[in-house]
Structures are given as C-alpha cells and as structure tokens.
C-alpha cells in the first residue's frame, strides 16, 4: 500500500496496492464486484482457499479442541472430579470476556453432572492478587480442582499458593504467556509457545468454549453421553459476547464463532441476557457486533470497574425473570455511575495535558494520579491513545500500590517493551496492543521515564500521524444495493476486520450542512449522479469546503438510509482531499 500524507490534518491516507490480475481471478472465482474483490487483495488475501473459508466456513469447520496443548490432561482432570461428584472452582478474569467465559463452564457443567462454583476476580491497587483472592471461597466450598478462565498464564507464583494447598488448577486463558509457565495439571492457551493450534486469536471465552467442546467429545466417545444431550450451539451467544467484548481478532475462528453467536441472541434463553438487551434498545434478531461493543459490553464491564463483577455471571445464569429484571436495573444504575466517574476523570486528564503541552512533544504519554478511579483507567488510555495517536499510560495509585493500563498505536507493540522493563512491575498481563500491571509506587516515575524513552527511540514523527486504510476505488455508478449486499459478506465487522473503507473523486454541488453543531451532511455528483454523506465529527474540515463546485476525492463507507418508508444509499464519509490525485 502506498501512503500520502495529505487532506485531514494529521491523517495519513494508506492507497491500496493494486493487482489487476488477481484481482480479475477473484471476480470470475467468485462472481464478484472488482470492488469487492481488491476488498480482499488490499486485506492481504492470497489464496482462493483463504478466500473461501472467509466467505463460507461454518462451524463445521471449527478446529478440533484436542489441538490445544494439554487438553488430553484437562479432559482427563474434570472427568475425574465429574464421576466422584467433586467441587470445581471456576475462576475468571472481571471484564466481560471473563465472565461470558466463566459463565459457559459453569453452566456447561451444571448441565453435565457436575458442581461448579464460581469467582470473579476484583482486583484494585490495594488488593492486586489474581487468583489468590479466592483460596478461602475454595476451601470453603471443599474445591479440589480450579479452572481459571481468561487469566493465570502469567502468574506463576500465585497458582503455586494454590497448589500448595492441594487443589489441582487447569489454567485456560489467551493472554501471552511468560517465559515461566505456571505449574499445573494443563495450561490452555493458543499462544503458547510451540503450540500445533493453528489460531492462536482465540478469546477467554472462546478458549472456554473449547474445554466445554473437548468435554462433549470424550463423553460421547466414552458412552457416557449422547450425541444430542448438549447443544454446544446455546452457548454461542456468550461466545460472541465475550470475543466481541475483548476486541478479538475477527478473523478464522473467532469470526466463525461471532457469526453464529450473533444469530443465537434471537433465540437464547438467558432470561438476563434478553433483558439486558431489551434495556439497551437492540432487537436481538438484528443484533450486530457494533452494539455489543457500544452499548451492551460497557454495561457488563462496569461491575468488574466499579462494582462486584460476580453480579455479572449472576445474571447469565439466572432463570428467574424478576430478579433478571432488578439486576439489569442495577447494572444500568452502575453503568451511569461508571460515566460519571469516567466524565470527571477524562476532564482531570484532559486539563493536565492542556496545562502541560510539553507533554505532548514525547511519542509516548505516561500518567498517573491518586485522585483517578482504577477502573476507568481503561477507558481513559483508550480515549487519549486514540485521541493523540500515541501509546498511552495511565496511573491510578493508592499510598502504596498503582494499577496502570496501557493502550498502543500498532507501530509499538507492548509485551516487548514491558519485557524489557518489567523489572519495575509487581506484574503485568495482556497482549501487544492493551495491557495492564501493577506497581510500587516508588518505582512509578522511573518505569514512566523508561517506557517514554524507549517511544522516543522507536516511533518516528510520522507513526504519530492516524492513518485511514483504504481498500478500493469505486465509481458511484456501481454503487447499488446489489452492491451492498455484497459488501456485506465481510460482516461481522470488528477488530481486524473493520468495515471497507472505499475512494472516490468527486464534485461538491454544495457546501456542506452543518448537522448537530459537529457533523457535516455532503452533497456530491459523479457523472451526474448525486448521493448524500454524512460526516461525523468532521465540522472543522467546513472551511475548506465553502466553495460550490469543489473537486474533492473522498473515503468512506456506502450504506443504507431508511426515510419516509423510502431506502436510498447514503455514504457513511470517513475522510476528505480537495485537489488529490488520481491513484489507481
């Protein structure tokens, strides 16, 4: 792809590398629009094979679950503790790729014969231990065996602790492991090293669905179960909850599992799942992975940033309507709390930069504070990394402790850099693009310094720069609904997978409508045909835009408006160039 740097400020537009060829191969393959098929060629797809299974894999074509490293001796452990009726432990992680995890082993197994119980982890500062945190619930509950979902690979000290009082663990997660693996009976995980699993973008919940899935397999084969008891196709809808939620890559299997997820809410039978739904307004039989992330997940995630996030799996697995009802009301009271702590902070932070700009002249912004809620942080390095394009770090300390979060730009992977300076950390976890840790207060201004020096030895100027990635050139000739419901075969859209982002050349025929004081509303001819854009956001391009009659090559994504019972096609403007050059 080639890169020119012109049009919105700061904004780098990435131009597709063209394959007239393989392009024309594509089309006749698969009768598609060229558009459709350089779509495919600028997302790096070189094979009709890996075409294909984009297209039309199904969930037959799901890898087999005893692919993953030990899940022999995971099978093997909980069918022991199901025939001697023993308590098992299922641990998860507190956001919501923890708790749909969480919740499809407990339910799993309930529905098998066993008798799970479950914790959530509710880690802050002055209580930063994973696992740990449950040893007295275990003992409590005479659990012997403990499934951790969505966290354990990278603390090996702590599930020594729990080995130490002879209780057997079985680690499922998919964060990066570190060089020690902990001791345990087996470690699922797609990311571990010399692993044969061939996707290793597997989710907490997805790998969850996996164990569950091995399970179904050995108890059919061993007799002990029929072959239609269980119905893994129930728990799809927290799988896509989960993966979704925890910005999975969708892509191979996660985008298998999303598909079919997203079908499942139109008939799950989680009475609290249906009520949270029906609070946020989404008809389930057209859910789409954008109101997961936008209005469902933020709703989940507050209890595990300011609340009890057990309440989380509570509400998946109960079956009574009423109380479904008060705990959907609960979550929603705590979600407008979680806005307004998240409001006032985002202002702190927002202030502090404004006073101090020199912080913007590293390539790397590092924060902390006493005074910030340590579950917003998240949130909070998400909004400034995105903001600044710039990797982020953000500090919530109490008197002795800081839990931080980390969010990234794609040019500076984390888990290297936190590798390097890990020596500062009591520990941390994640993966490249998002992290968190904790750490000694003491060592919180030297860990800040070290990880600013390694960005500004690393970015250049231009990383900085956001970039727009285009993926074809289209003439608005070809823009028609039939085109549109092509362009939906790379729905679900998501991480590494994001809606296509198409270019053309055009004249304004007027000037653009201001909308909502912020947003823009476009009224562009090509060839003496008219569609309507809206840009969101984009107000303070309006003034290079005034004059009527403007060349202009914009980016954006074509769509469908409903109005007065009419549809038309609209286009969706992510960017704008006056005066570009052709490039194709």
């Given at each position: 792809?080639?890169?020119?740097?012109?049009?919105?400020?700061?904004?780098?537009?990435?131009?597709?590398?063209?394959?007239?060829?393989?392009?024309?191969?594509?089309?006749?393959?698969?009768?598609?629009?060229?558009?459709?098929?350089?779509?495919?060629?600028?997302?790096?797809?070189?094979?009709?094979?890996?075409?294909?299974?984009?297209?039309?894999?199904?969930?037959?074509?799901?890898?087999?679950?005893?692919?993953?490293?030990?899940?022999?001796?995971?099978?093997?452990?909980?069918?022991?503790?199901?025939?001697?009726?023993?308590?098992?432990?299922?641990?998860?992680?507190?956001?919501?790729?923890?708790?749909?995890?969480?919740?499809?082993?407990?339910?799993?197994?309930?529905?098998?014969?066993?008798?799970?119980?479950?914790?959530?982890?509710?880690?802050?500062p002055s209580n930063s231990?994973?696992?740990?945190?449950?040893?007295?619930?275990?003992?409590?509950?005479?659990?012997?065996?403990?499934?951790?979902?969505?966290?354990?690979?990278?603390?090996?000290?702590?599930?020594?602790?729990?080995?130490?009082?002879?209780?057997?663990?079985?680690?499922?997660?998919?964060?990066?492991?570190?060089?020690?693996?902990?001791?345990?009976?087996?470690?699922?995980?797609?990311?571990?090293?010399?692993?044969?699993?061939?996707?290793?973008?597997?989710?907490?919940?997805?790998?969850?669905?996996?164990?569950?899935?091995?399970?179904?397999?050995?108890?059919?084969?061993?007799?002990?179960?029929?072959?239609?008891?269980?119905?893994?196709?129930?728990?799809?809808?927290?799988?896509?909850?989960?993966?979704?939620?925890?910005?999975?890559?969708?892509?191979?299997?996660?985008?298998?599992?999303?598909?079919?997820?997203l079908k499942q809410f139109?008939?799950?039978?989680?009475?609290?799942?249906?009520?949270?739904?029906?609070?946020?307004?989404?008809?389930?039989?057209?859910?789409?992975?954008?109101?997961?992330?936008?209005?469902?997940?933020?709703?989940?995630?507050?209890?595990?940033?300011?609340?009890?996030?057990?309440?989380?799996?509570?509400?998946?697995?109960?079956?009574?309507?009423?109380?479904?009802?008060?705990?959907?009301?609960?979550?929603?009271?705590?979600?407008?709390?979680?806005?307004?702590?998240?409001?006032?902070?985002?202002?702190?932070?927002?202030?502090?930069?404004?006073?101090?700009?020199?912080?913007?002249?590293?390539?790397?912004?590092?924060?902390?504070?006493?005074?910030?809620?340590?579950?917003?942080?998240?949130?909070?390095?998400?909004?400034?990394?995105?903001?600044?394009?710039?990797?982020?770090?953000?500090?919530?300390?109490?008197?002795?402790?800081?839990?931080?979060?980390?969010?990234?730009?794609?040019?500076?992977?984390?888990?290297?850099?936190?590798?390097?300076?890990?020596?500062?950390?009591?520990?941390?976890?994640?993966?490249?693009?998002?992290?968190?840790?904790?750490?000694?207060?003491?060592?919180?201004?030297?860990?800040?310094?070290?990880?600013?020096?390694?960005?500004?030895?690393?970015?250049?100027?231009?990383?900085?720069?956001?970039?727009?990635?285009?993926?074809?050139?289209?003439?608005?000739?070809?823009?028609?609904?039939?085109?549109?419901?092509?362009?939906?075969?790379?729905?679900?859209?998501?991480?590494?997978?994001?809606?296509?982002?198409?270019?053309?050349?055009?004249?304004?025929?007027?000037?653009?409508?201001?909308?909502?004081?912020?947003?823009?509303?476009?009224?562009?001819?090509?060839?003496?045909?008219?569609?309507?854009?809206?840009?969101?956001?984009?107000?303070?391009?309006?003034?290079?835009?005034?004059?009527?009659?403007?060349?202009?090559?914009?980016?954006?994504?074509?769509?469908?408006?409903?109005?007065?019972?009419?549809?038309?096609?609209?286009?969706?403007?992510?960017?704008i160039k006056s005066d570009?050059?052709?490039?194709?």
């Amino acid at each position: 792809m080639k890169e020119v740097k012109e049009g919105q400020p700061g904004l780098t537009w990435v131009y597709p590398t063209y394959n007239p060829e393989w392009c024309d191969s594509i089309v006749k393959e698969f009768n598609l629009h060229p558009a459709i098929a350089q779509t495919f060629i600028s997302r790096k797809f070189s094979t009709f094979e890996e075409i294909y299974q984009f297209l039309y894999a199904k969930l037959p074509n799901l890898h087999p679950p005893e692919l993953l490293v030990d899940m022999d001796k995971a099978v093997f452990r909980v069918v022991r503790a199901l025939y001697s009726r023993e308590p098992i432990l299922i641990y998860g992680d507190n956001d919501v790729d923890g708790i749909t995890g969480t919740a499809i082993l407990v339910e799993f197994l309930q529905q098998i014969g066993g008798k799970p119980y479950y914790y959530i982890s509710h880690r802050t500062p002055s209580n930063s231990s994973i696992i740990t945190d449950a040893l007295e619930y275990a003992k409590y509950r005479h659990c012997k065996l403990w499934i951790t979902v969505d966290c354990g690979i990278t603390a090996a000290k702590e599930v020594e602790e729990v080995l130490e009082r002879d209780i057997d663990v079985i680690i499922s997660d998919h964060h990066e492991p570190m060089d020690k693996i902990p001791s345990c009976i087996a470690a699922l995980n797609p990311k571990l090293h010399n692993n044969p699993y061939p996707d290793r973008e597997l989710t907490g919940a997805g790998v969850a669905f996996k164990l569950a899935h091995a399970l179904i397999n050995y108890l059919i084969s061993e007799g002990k179960l029929s072959a239609s008891a269980v119905d893994l196709k129930h728990y799809l809808d927290l799988v896509a909850l989960g993966t979704i939620a925890d910005m999975g890559i969708l892509v191979g299997e996660n985008r298998i599992l999303v598909r079919y997820g997203l079908k499942q809410f139109a008939h799950t039978k989680r009475v609290g799942l249906a009520k949270l739904v029906e609070m946020c307004g989404i008809d389930p039989t057209k859910i789409n992975t954008s109101d997961i992330t936008s209005k469902i997940a933020p709703r989940l995630n507050s209890l595990g940033r300011i609340a009890n996030p057990l309440k989380g799996v509570e509400l998946l697995l109960i079956h009574d309507i009423d109380k479904a009802q008060h705990l959907v009301k609960e979550l929603e009271d705590n979600n407008i709390h979680r806005q307004q702590i998240e409001r006032r902070d985002t202002r702190d932070v927002e202030a502090f930069i404004h006073v101090h700009p020199q912080i913007l002249k590293d390539r790397a912004i590092a924060l902390h504070s006493h005074t910030w809620h340590e579950g917003i942080i998240p949130i909070i390095a998400t909004r400034i990394s995105r903001q600044y394009n710039r990797p982020t770090l953000i500090i919530a300390t109490d008197e002795t402790v800081g839990k931080g979060s980390i969010r990234t730009i794609p040019e500076f992977p984390l888990l290297p850099i936190l590798h390097e300076i890990s020596h500062y950390l009591v520990n941390f976890g994640g993966h490249d693009f998002a992290a968190g840790f904790i750490i000694r207060n003491d060592n919180i201004l030297r860990f800040k310094k070290a990880f600013v020096d390694i960005a500004n030895h690393t970015l250049k100027k231009e990383d900085l720069f956001p970039k727009l990635y285009l993926d074809s050139k289209i003439h608005f000739k070809d823009l028609t609904f039939d085109f549109l419901d092509s362009i939906q075969l790379f729905e679900p859209y998501g991480n590494g997978n994001p809606s296509p982002i198409l270019y053309s050349d055009v004249v304004q025929t007027r000037p653009p409508k201001v909308v909502g004081r912020v947003h823009l509303k476009f009224y562009l001819e090509q060839n003496g045909r008219v569609l309507e854009g809206m840009g969101f956001g984009l107000n303070e391009q309006r003034k290079m835009l005034i004059r009527k009659a403007t060349q202009l090559q914009i980016a954006f994504t074509p769509c469908t408006k409903l109005f007065c019972n009419k549809l038309s096609i609209q286009l969706l403007i992510r960017g704008i160039k006056s005066d570009a050059k052709d490039h194709m």
